[in-house]
């Protein structure tokens, strides 16, 4: 297994609708969590990725300001976006210019305010999320894409809404435990099930919400890493991919067909199979999007990805628990942070620092991120040796 | 205006050297392009080919049937289709091997609506001088 370039710190403020503060305040918060505990200076940063949905920001070009407020002014620095997926983004990228030697020490910065706009401007912005010159014209949103594979899943394979529900009740357990998730309490199925219909046959709480958030993740060579922290996490394995934004072009609704060529990518790197994974953050937009990522990454067999959330197997006590945090329908979804934060809490599972919803003796974890209707995938397989 | 910008309840881009879709649409036709080098049938229309890089393309009517492969009824929209919903979006397959993401006839009670069920694609015309097309029961 490779252990050329870790994780040594990570980061993240609080999920909110609203947090009240700017977009530099907040990574600094993010920044200040991720530096905690470790023997580094700012100074020895050497360079800084920015990750955002910058349809979303009112700064331009945010990285400048950033990297101004959290110290790192004079050293390069990179603006990534793949919309939902851009803080994964970051991290290859990150990892990339470690591995070729030009930096040894970078911080990944993850943030988004979603609260910055109004909601005129988030609904113009769902308008343009698919092929605006094909798609949009006929009022395609991103609820809608999802909603259209859960429409798919369910013909194909006899999935049903009841089934789809269940993955809320998980993440809202699990979220329960976490002080930084925006939605904390407990929800049953029912309460899933009686929510408005947003887009058939997705409800309100099958749907993630907006929120403000950032997170850090800092990454260093091998050389540099052990000296920084006694608790490195290794970079194992990556694997990145893309489907075609525009849905007509997509042979099939029922997967991500960009998720397990990057998934395979990943495991090939990491020397290791789905049946390896100790616990794992997938990508939960939405609840039929956790299902489809459970045959996706190999988790269950295509059509069988319900038996493990109806078997209690994705459980943080379960044979293959997944997003033990409470995933992105209960912390919220700021855009740019929401990767940082899923590899965030995989990096603490491998350090044993998660309490109750600690996956015990968890050596290898898998973070999936998507962007947009399922149009990009990010892997990242973590190791603890 | 130009064509393309009049396709759609709401436009977001108007040029490309597709318009001719829209004309189309406006005479009841519904077409996509064809290569004329290596044969690939595309949809959306695309003068340029990916298979080929050729940009000699031919344009194709779309008469068959095919089926629904996915759908959802909206019932919030985006900005601009807010007084629109409930709308019905769905993806159709076509034996020639294209699909076609749109709008479902409004005139088909929602509860008939199934995944499989064989449709067929239909130009439309919308309020005023804007063009459309939606799948209808064959």
Redesign the interface.
Known sequence: MEREVAIVGAGQTPFARRCGISISEMCFGAFCNAMEGLNLKTEDIDASVVCSATEYDKQRSPAAVICEYLGFAGKPTFCVESLCSSGSSGLRTAYSLIKAGLHDVVAVVGFQKMSEMSSAEAAERMGRSGDVMWESPFGLSMPAAFAMFASAHMAKYGTTEEQMASVRVKSSRCASFNKEAVFQKEITIGEVMNSAVIVSPLKLLDCCANADGAGVILLANKDRAGSITDKPVWIHGLGASASSCTLSRRATFSTIPCSWPAAKDAYEMAGVGPEDIDVAEVHDCFTITEIINYEDLGFAKPGEGVRLIEAGQTYPDGRIPVNPDGGILSKGHPIGATGISQIRTIVRQLRGECGKTQVHGARIGLVQNLGGPGIYAFITILGRD | MSEFQR???????GE?KSSEFAAYLERGQFITTRCKQCRAVS??PRVDCPECRSSDVEWIEVTEKGRL??????????????D?AP?T???VGFPMG??????IDEAIP?GEI???MVLRVVPIRLNGERV?YHFEKD
């Open positions: 396709f759609g309840v709401k436009s977001f881009t490309t949809f959306p492969q996915a759908f959802t009824v909206v019932h919030y929209g985006p900005a601009g289709f807010e629109r709308y979006l769905g993806v294209i699909r076609v993401f749109g709008e929602t199934k995944v499989g459309s």
